[in-house]
């Protein structure tokens, strides 16, 4: 399915992707952007995950949040300055508990075999290393554009930075692109716009009736981050928005 084809005139365009998003695999539940996170939510019903990509020091598209190794790792440094056979290496589990120890950073290559094998979909978020936006952009789309190709629903590549979901359009037009925003600052739509994105994903406080209006009325998807309050989660159901992406696996059923 092309999730950019209008179904009919003056209609949003085509939206394949389920309501509920597990973030980082599951939450808190386990350690965020291993595979033991993505089958523990996976456990729990969701068939939509968003996780975090970035680049090794020789290319290699794996996944991790932070910049540097020390949350959720037990190396040093900053990861995108390592080989991937440095980073491969590395307890990724333990920082959550003893249950997950020796757990590994997986690539994206990994991750999309596991969604790929079960049916999963995925919101790729492009986190570059500082410095590195360009480069990890074009990176993840083209990895992206492989791994997936030929799949009835691509990922979703999103990202807070511009110049990577630009460098993503550029290197793989045809994925769909949402931009991530925490604040509304001076023309974040006409961005979103500029870089044909489908979807803009917001700090759930953001969305009220006027802004869904203006960003549907622009053709695109209105999502959120991170909901883990039932009370929030009803709110964005009323106004009418599209995607929830949670921690709270345990707590909300995407059924």
């Not at 990509?53 to 991790?64: C, H, I, N, P, T």
């Not at 990922?155 to 550029?170: E, I, R």
Request: include cysteine.
């Amino acid at each position: 399915m092309n999730p950019t084809a209008v179904t009919a005139v003056g209609a949003l365009p085509a939206w394949p992707y389920p309501l509920w998003i597990a973030h980082r695999g599951a939450g808190k539940l386990a350690p965020e952007n291993t595979l033991a996170a993505f089958r523990l939510g996976a456990a729990h019903g969701y068939r939509m995950f968003e996780c975090d990509a970035k680049l090794s020091a020789d290319g290699v598209v794996f996944l991790m949040h932070d910049a540097a190794l020390e949350r959720t790792t037990n190396g040093q440094g900053i990861g995108g300055e390592l080989p991937w056979h440095a980073l491969s290496q590395l307890d990724a589990g333990s920082w959550h508990s003893h249950s997950f120890a020796g757990e590994a950073l997986p690539t994206l290559e990994a991750l999309a075999r596991f969604c790929q094998a079960n049916g999963h979909l995925l919101n790729i978020e492009i986190k570059p290393t500082p410095g590195t936006e360009s480069a990890t952009g074009e990176a993840v789309a083209r990895v992206a554009a492989r791994l997936w190709a030929g799949a009835d629903v691509p990922p979703l590549l999103t990202s807070f930075k511009p110049d990577a979901l630009a460098a993503a359009q550029a290197a793989a037009p045809e994925l769909p692109r949402g931009l991530l925003v925490d604040t509304l600052w001076t023309g974040w739509l006409e961005k979103a716009q500029e870089l044909g994105c489908a979807a803009l994903v917001a700090n759930h406080a953001l969305w009220d009736s006027a802004h869904v209006a203006r960003v549907h009325g622009a053709g695109m998807r209105c999502l959120s981050y991170t909901v883990n309050d039932e009370w929030v989660a009803q709110h964005l159901l009323a106004l009418g928005t599209d995607g929830i992406i949670t921690d709270r696996v345990d707590l909300f059923s995407p059924s």
